[in-house]
């Protein structure tokens, strides 16, 4: 199954800590750095909507990538 199957299976059933790691993975796997914080961006709001573990590790990210403050 692709990234992109997977992705709207996850939204389809509302799995926000699924969307979490695949939006993760799919930042992992972008080639330009404005999709990957596209990526990372829609990660780290699911990842903050659900107190997830990996929150501030995102956020770290951003703040590397200059979109996090």
Partial sequence: MTLE???LAAH????TSSLVDLYTEAANAASHQDASAFY???AYIYALDLGHRN?????NRLV???REE
Avoid: I, P, V
């Avoid at 389809?12 to 799995?15: F, G």
């Avoid at 929150?55 to 956020?59: F, G, K, Q, T, V």
């Fill in 12 to 15: 389809d059933k509302n799995d």
């Fill in 40 to 42: 990372l961006t829609q």
């Fill in 64 to 66: 590397k990538l200059g």
């Fill in 5 to 7: 199957t997977r992705l």
């Fill in 55 to 59: 929150s501030e590790h995102l956020r």
